[in-house]
């Protein structure tokens, strides 16, 4: 049975940080591409981050560049999120998901292999 379990969401103040984290279980995490998405209250679901199973190469939406950060250890099938210079527009339920492809991860939407329940990261204004 997989697993994707995200830990570390909280409320915090504007312009602080939170760190993230997803442990995968049942899957082969070094050949699986990792992302995390997140959902705002009222908006669809969207991409934040994306990392191959390397993790040479990582990608990010324009809204978290230069803030947020991605990284995996495969030694602990775990994916990490940094985020940085946290903004009240970044209040949203943050999904772990996992895909074989990356292509798939990143563009795949619902269709992506595996999905977390995600943990709500909340920025007052």
């Known amino acids: 049975q997989v697993q994707l379990v995200e830990s570390g969401g909280g409320l915090v103040q504007a312009g602080s940080s939170l760190s993230l984290s997803c442990a995968a279980s049942?899957?082969?995490?070094?050949?699986?591409?990792m992302g995390w998405f997140r959902q705002a209250p009222g908006k669809e679901r969207e991409f934040v981050g994306g990392?191959?199973?390397?993790?040479?190469?990582?990608d990010y939406a324009d809204s978290v560049k230069g803030r947020f950060t991605m990284s995996r250890d495969n030694a602990k099938n775990t994916v990490y999120l940094q985020m940085n210079s946290l903004k009240p527009e970044d209040t949203a339920v943050y999904y772990c998901a996992a895909d074989p492809s990356y292509r798939s991860l990143r563009f795949g939407g619902k269709n992506v292999a595996y999905w977390g329940k995600g943990t709500l990261v909340t920025v007052p204004s």
């Open positions: 990392i191959n199973w390397s993790g040479r190469m990582v």
């Open positions: 049942g899957i082969t995490f070094s050949r699986h591409s």
